[in-house]
């Protein structure tokens, strides 16, 4: 399944919401993401034709297996790639956002040869 980065981004905040609060508003993507309410509007537009998200009625965004297999797969290679930065000295907050940006184009090889490091080493 290929989508475009930023729909990538999307899907992966809509998870890690999910996660902490349960109900997800547009207002809270936007803020986590740092971009506009009618950005925020116009993705879940384009996200919800295109079967990734649901919207009740109360503007709550929910994950449908489509987002939710994307959303994971995105938020486990920020996850590996922002621990595998930190253990080589990269400070916290520049791993995540350097792993924010390589967890886009990285090849499925190269991901998964770090994955099999990282569990040969023990930290992952």
Known sequence: MQIRESAEDYLEAILILSKQDGGVRSVDIASMLGVSKPSVSHAMKLLREDGYIAMDRYGTVTLLDKGAEIAGQVYERHNVLTQMLE?????PSTAKADAC????????????????????KGTL
């Open 87 to 91: 253990g080589l000295g990269v400070s």
């Open 101 to 120: 940006k390589i967890e886009h184009d990285l090849s499925a090889e190269s991901f998964q040869k770090i994955k099999e490091y990282l569990h040969k």
